[in-house]
């Protein structure tokens, strides 16, 4: 499959690469949406993205929007009903007749297919369609969204822009998020930043009034409340009357009559569970496990060029070093924490350390890494820019290192053939590395080695 | 179907759309060409687009050409025959046998086929192919020309390159179009203007005559013609002569004979009629109609990811605000008025006001608008960067709302569940809506409320 | 099919093209690596393309590398072995049980596919997969490399990046290869410059020890070889003691068992032969002969969306003018000289000068050109920015002056029928045109009649 991303850049220097923290906050009157926005050339710039991480308390209403890129969901906690409204698409959901007098025909509601999404789950919104969720659970949820703004499918430019169809965001209460690089007391500054969610009102503010009411034939006071002008509820809105129901059990049904030339988009799955231990694409029950969900599990994401992977090491466990073939890689620590080293191609490591839970990074298209385990384990979501993702390893049983020849192997490291084995053959295990259990004097061999031969 | 668009920009800042004139012209001896030129940053370099309006005489004929990226044209009057020229396909029209001698084989002229065209069709130009046209009507013609220069089918850069095959585009006279933004009578700043046509020879002038009259094996005062450096006609030049025969009802043969690879290109449509009212795919007998040409109807327009739409509305008609989910929108007023409001993200209305006959206004991807005729009506046609370009209504019978359920529009506008379905209900019309009969005394309450709770 | 490719650049002036030698080397212990890298702005850059020339002694084993962008290679001279591995992809090939005892099992090393490549083959090298190559002949090996960094494989700038797995770049040993327009005996600038092989170290270096050691479960020497801290031999090394062993035929075996998702990419064939005299797509005995290689013939190409063509002309012989509707062309002399003219679309010829064997010339897409061949004739290899590259002839039986009705050209040119008919027909011959006995008398007549007529 051919894929194509869009890019501003023609030079991308990437000499640093930082495990984030969002650099920007929103507070709603039901939640807090919080985003790792990019500077200049950073390397959230340069793979062309943006992230955000919504928290959205009981009984919250995320008010519905359209954007201008594609957006990949995963739920990191909590479970909620979200509504996808294609135009074209028959509104095949109808409301239950409460309590209805029987035999006189009621005047019922009717709206687009909405559905139920738990922990676990990656939600597809493609761009352009209109989304909106609801927290009908008793947690809080708590989602982590990448925002592919080099996507195809915005003409534009690379900012991210979400129009919303309700409320006032602008009204809303600005948190802590000072930008990152400047200093802490400073003010006045927020007016030229790249908070395109902060500036916005929702898109019948630039209606007339009169035209707006023509439109609907509805009251002025309705109009009033479209433009949401004195709405000060941010747009995570609290909703206490809510009784959207939907199949107990998720029964899809693709032989709905549908209409014809959106007929895929109109039955198309938005949502798959990806955390199911056993959904594993790859199991080391003494490292841990891998799932992909890429567009030959969930075809949505063919259309978006997107695809996740959810991952869980054990505690001091290893992921063989390893590269993204085809794709940027932008990884959320869930929980626990890992080491990571990720290297650039002259050989510099341009990260070293820890990543740790709720921190955001960044793993360039083609970049080496190599991740181990802190001593709770890790567990992580990674976003990735292409529907089909591939990963080449660089160790173990699945290493590059087996593709080639033993005369390759012993002549490019200057190895004798015995060497050239081990070094193939050596690492039985694949992509999910256990812990060695490396004795201290071991260690301190190494220690020793190192010094007197580096 | 994945489409991709490409983009010299990253930053896009769309503070204020103009609705445009023409800020080029050039005379030719047979018609005159005039130019909507992008400014850095303007809403045209923003789509990465660029349009020109062919006016051409009777008995004028186009100069052949190609160009680095291909071009969407609408008839607004006229007809005339258009030859498109694919090298590999094969020359399947032959000349009349004028008076021939019967008995003695004749030496007829052959060529790749050409067909005719009128008023209210879209002629599709694929990138690098020769075109050429002709008008042998009784009227000018007038052709509106989308040019898209950020296509994929363009490897170079985003100027739109014009490649004349013959004349000498150079020597034509230029006539008022000062730059738009320049003091009138500001003089000497040609040189520097973005307008390639201007500056043009033919391209046969780059070659040295000797080598040309080697290939083509004529005689120098051939070459001397071919190069045209005398040529003072422009590019639109009188062609009395002109005796091309094409079969009077255009009779599409999808069994001639082809030549293998190039099939679909050589025995493609090039053109279809979008104006003719039973064509149209809304229609609303008080309001007026819509007909869209895309990928689906004219296959071509897959290939040149393009597609095009004809409107007309009636006297204070409206069409629902919706907007463009997946392609940007460059419309031109054919006859009529409009006003039309423009709303970007942040609620701001860009653009708010009429647009004349003759008048350009580009509504970029995701911005959201609405159109209401002026007294005398307004038609229009819309070219969009997407060979399926799809709309999403904000009001209507095809509106977001209805796909929403109740709860959600309540919640969200802080209206009661009446409401809500008054602001989903109550407009039964679908696109086009029937200007609303509203009485004197229900604007002056409008009016009067407007002041109040504003 | 679609094809995009990736552009940085909004504006690219092309005032002038150079017929260009190579501008950096890199000495290796067993070869020697040339480099066209592109200045800001200039030709190469505007196509978005790099091109090296490596030359690999006997016995030389260029380091497995993976790279992020695709490379299509063509076989200058010599004949080797290439691996290319693919994650995913099975372990098909064995060695041979050299004098093995019977009756034992015995461990074999296994590797992926292999297989021989002769000069005149095009090899394509997918972006991110391992490539290697060896030189198992008697003769050196020189290779001339296309590096698509435009492509859409890339997905983070327009830099190439060469990610090594072996050895130790950094510290071979730099030649001549001063900057093209810096004067000589500069020196200190090539901190600065754009030559990613030369600052390279392999990646293993940005990889803890311990951590390597762990994952290979091998010795603390064998990771410091896997580094190669201390290795010099460039990454162009001798290897003399190599028994890769491949079919003598080399059997493309479809019906070999394969591993579902990856299947096309394992089975595919990387290898075409381009320069077969009986390859030929258009021959002239009194001209010579083209051959191109596209996604037709050699399916890969389509996923690299690139291909090639091969062109022999003989002494004085002509390509007619043409021009590349869909790519640009980056040609490579491979023996003798040619005359090349490369007009713009304005008429300038930004070209007009002989091209050498050993020369490269960038003719951007839709640039007219025209090729004369010198008395030496003239061989070359064309790469094309498009898995389906199509040229148009602008002369020959192929012309579009054929395409075109003759009162077009009559018209266009202003001249008789019966000399548009001259110019339609004279020129029998297609692409490649057998050079012309024109008399002195001749000439001298045509010099007289530039003097009296321009």
Redesign the interface.
């Known amino acids: 499959q ?11 220097q990437i000499d640093r690469i930082s495990a984030r923290e969002p650099n920007r906050v929103l507070q709603s009157e039901a939640g807090v949406s919080e985003f790792w926005v990019s500077d200049e050339n950073d390397e959230l710039d ?3 993205v943006e992230v955000a991480r919504h928290t959205i308390n009981t009984k919250g ?1 995320f ?2 929007f ?3 890129a594609p957006e990949l969901v995963y739920v990191v906690r909590g479970s909620g009903i979200q ?1 996808s ?5 028959p ?1 095949t ?1 109808e ?1 239950s007749s409460e309590g209805a007098g029987r035999g006189k025909e009621q ?1 019922l ?4 297919k ?1 559905f139920r999404y738990k922990e676990g789950d990656i939600l597809a919104l493609p ?4 989304h ?1 969720t ?1 927290n009908d659970g008793d947690t809080q949820i708590v989602l982590i969204v990448l925002r592919d703004t080099s996507n ?8 991210f ?7 006032n965001p ?1 009204s809303q209460q600005v948190g802590y998020g000072q930008p990152e690089r400047e200093h802490a007391g400073g003010s006045g500054g927020w007016g030229k930043q790249k908070l ?1 969610e902060q ?24 109009v ?3 433009k ?1 002008q004195k ?1 000060n509820r941010g747009f995570i ?1 609290r ?1 206490d ?4 129901l939907i199949p107990e059990k998720q029964e899809y049904q693709r032989s709905s009559p549908r209409n014809g ?2 007929e895929n988009i109109c039955s198309t799955e938005l949502r798959a569970n990806i955390a199911d231990p056993d959904r594993a694409d790859v199991y080391n029950p003494r490292g841990g496990r891998l799932s992909s969900l890429n567009g ?1 599990k969930l075809p949505i994401l063919n259309w978006l060029q997107l695809s996740a992977e959810k991952g869980v090491l054990y505690k001091n466990a ?1 992921l ?2 390893n ?1 993204n ?4 890689s932008i990884i959320y620590v869930t929980s626990g924490n890992s080491r990571l ?10 990260f ?1 350390g820890f990543v740790q839970q709720g921190q955001l990074i960044v793993v ?3 970049f ?1 890494v ?1 991740k ?1 385990a802190g001593e709770q384990g890790c567990e992580w979501v990674a976003f990735k ?1 292409n529907d089909n993702a ?7 049983r ?1 290493s ?1 290192l ?7 192997v ?6 004798s053939r015995e ?1 050239a ?3 193939k053959y ?2 039985q295990e694949g992509v999910v ?1 256990s ?2 259990s ?1 004795s201290t004097r071991q ?1 301190g061999m ?1 220690a020793l ?2 010094v007197l ?1 580096s």
Request: hydrophobic share 40%.
């Open positions: 051919k894929q194509s991303r869009l890019r501003g850049r023609s030079d991308c340069c793979a062309g209403l008010l519905p359209y954007a201008n509504g409204a294609f135009p074209g698409c509104e959901f409301s005047f509601d009717r709206h687009q909405v761009a352009g369609a209109v909106w609801y195809v499918a915005n003409q534009l430019d690379r900012n822009r979400k129009f919303f169809l309700a409320g602008q395109h500036e916005s009102s929702n898109i019948f503010n630039g209606f007339d009034d009169q035209i707006l009411q023509e439109v609907f034939k509805v009251e002025f006071n309705i009033n409340q479209l949401g709405d809105v909703a009357n809510f009784d959207v030339i959106e030959h290893v063989a070093p590269y073939l085809n794709s940027h080293q990720i290297v650039r191609n002259d050989g510099t490591a341009v070293d360039p298209q083609n080496a190599v181990k820019t591939i990963t080449t390893q660089l160790a173990g699945f590059f087996r593709a080639l020849p033993e005369e390759v012993a002549n490019s490291y200057e190895i060497q084995k081990e070094l050596n690492r590395l812990p060695t490396g260690k190494n080695l190192n031969f």
